[in-house]
């Protein structure tokens, strides 16, 4: 049976330079994570193993329940009606003894079915064995996810003794449902993504979002068919993988663009920074998001930014001045803002720097103060999530 944690052990919290020091009986705090992890490399896979790292690297013990686990057997996979039961069943199994075990379960958690079948079992396990629990939502299209399903989720977050979510924009969805949350940004791995130093500038354009159509990568390829109009030299990296990728391909040759870009797939970390430090300009062309670790990659890499203003994002960027925002589903008008970010050389230089200086407001050393008060909130007031109504 875990011992009892007290807020006395708690009070050892540094916000600023101090891991979370806490223990009983000379026992280290002990986490269990669960969510998405590479393969493939993604938004929340990566947050997830990031997060373990950093965590460990401040001494506290991590225990990871990864969602996206491989298939055992491995040819189960080739049957959908099947194997979801063949991932989800031992899936139940590793939560339940890591809940047993933990003092603190931390669960990533995302919209539609990874909800149900994920993110709920674990918050109702950690219930079940008296581990609080952390629900860490991060789903841009939360909102029309509420109005079509909150009745089933707020049962679930009831249980939970934090919410926490990456931004303010997720903040006043979860309100608007008189559900209390707590802002945690999403971090940005500052020694991996940062500048080029002297390095001749150009017309790369990357898209950095996966082939999906809530992404809309069809508009932004025919921004950069416009684009090219004004500079022929101008090529296009998409770094993402979907199951849009045929379509896409089609529609470059409709708009005579094929030779100028590159389709990479799903690209690993350590190839996603080089990526960045080899472009000009980001695209983000999507029509729902929450808080892009895209965008934050690419300010931190010193690469100008021009994205749509859904969700999230005029959250995490201004307009004019860490990036240029334009409206959802207008290529000419993405178009445009690049041309001008090209054109001119003041302030594609001021959205560097000020991306930059952004940037580092999502490093580690500035977020853990947040998580780890969260982390001593939970564990000192159990299922004080949502509010019953």
């Known amino acids: 049976m875990k011992r009892a944690l007290t807020m006395q052990t708690l009070s050892a919290i540094d916000t600023n330079?101090?891991?979370?020091?806490?223990?009983?009986?000379?026992?280290?705090?002990?986490v269990g994570l669960v969510g998405p992890l590479p393969p493939p490399s993604g938004g929340m896979a990566n947050q997830t193993w990031q997060l373990a790292r950093l965590l460990r690297e401040t001494?506290?013990?991590?225990?990871?329940?990864?969602?996206?686990?491989?298939?055992?057997?491995?040819?189960?996979?080739?049957?959908?009606?099947?194997?979801?039961?063949?991932?989800?069943?031992?899936?139940?199994?590793?939560?339940?003894?890591?809940?047993?075990?933990?003092?603190?379960?931390?669960?990533?958690?995302?919209?539609?079915?990874?909800?149900?079948l994920f993110a709920a079992p674990?918050?109702?396990?950690?219930?079940?064995?008296?581990?609080?629990?952390?629900v860490n939502y991060r789903g841009g299209n939360a909102e029309s996810f509420f109005q079509a399903r909150f009745k089933w989720l707020r049962p679930t977050l009831a249980r939970a003794s934090v919410v926490?979510?990456?931004?303010?924009?997720?903040?006043?969805?979860?309100?608007?449902?008189?559900?209390?949350?707590?802002?945690?940004?999403?971090?940005?791995?500052?020694?991996?993504?940062?500048?080029?130093?002297?390095?001749?500038?150009?017309?790369?354009?990357?898209?950095?979002?996966?082939?999906?159509?809530?992404?809309?990568?069809?508009?932004?390829?025919?921004?950069?068919?416009?684009?090219?109009?004004?500079?022929?030299?101008?090529?296009?990296?998409?770094?993402?993988?979907?199951?849009r990728l045929g379509a896409l391909r089609k529609l470059c040759d409709e708009l005579g663009v094929v030779e100028a870009v590159c389709f990479t797939g799903r690209l690993e970390n350590e190839r996603m920074a080089d990526l960045y430090r080899d472009a000009d300009l980001l695209l983000n062309p999507s029509l729902v998001d929450n808080m892009p670790i895209s965008l934050l990659e690419a300010m931190a890499s010193g690469v100008p930014i021009v994205t749509t203003n859904v969700g999230g994002i005029p959250h995490l960027v201004e307009d004019g001045k860490t990036a240029i925002l334009v409206a959802p589903g207008q290529p000419s008008e993405m178009a445009v803002a690049?041309?001008?970010?090209?054109?001119?050389?003041?302030?594609?230089?001021?959205?560097?720097?000020?991306?930059?200086?952004?940037?580092?407001?999502?490093?580690?050393?500035?977020v853990r103060g947040r998580l780890f008060s969260a982390y001593a909130l939970a564990l000192g007031t159990p299922f004080v999530g949502a509010r019953r109504t």
């Open 59 to 116: 001494g506290i013990k991590v225990e990871l329940v990864q969602v996206n686990a491989p298939y055992r057997p491995a040819w189960v996979e080739k049957f959908r009606t099947v194997r979801a039961l063949f991932r989800l069943l031992p899936y139940l199994g590793r939560l339940w003894t890591c809940a047993g075990r933990v003092d603190l379960l931390h669960v990533m958690a995302n919209s539609g079915w990874a909800w149900h």
């Open 338 to 366: 690049a041309v001008r970010v090209f054109a001119d050389r003041r302030l594609a230089e001021r959205l560097r720097d000020s991306g930059l200086e952004t940037s580092a407001l999502y490093a580690w050393p500035q």
């Open 164 to 243: 926490l979510v990456p931004s303010g924009f997720l903040a006043t969805v979860f309100a608007k449902w008189a559900v209390p949350t707590q802002i945690v940004p999403n971090i940005v791995d500052l020694s991996r993504f940062k500048p080029e130093k002297n390095r001749v500038r150009g017309h790369h354009l990357i898209v950095a979002r996966n082939l999906e159509d809530i992404y809309d990568i069809p508009n932004a390829l025919r921004a950069f068919a416009a684009i090219r109009r004004v500079f022929p030299d101008a090529r296009l990296t998409v770094a993402g993988s979907g199951p």
């Open 122 to 134: 674990a918050v109702w396990l950690a219930s079940l064995r008296g581990t609080p629990v952390i």
């Open 17 to 30: 330079r101090q891991m979370l020091q806490a223990s009983a009986g000379g026992r280290a705090i002990s």
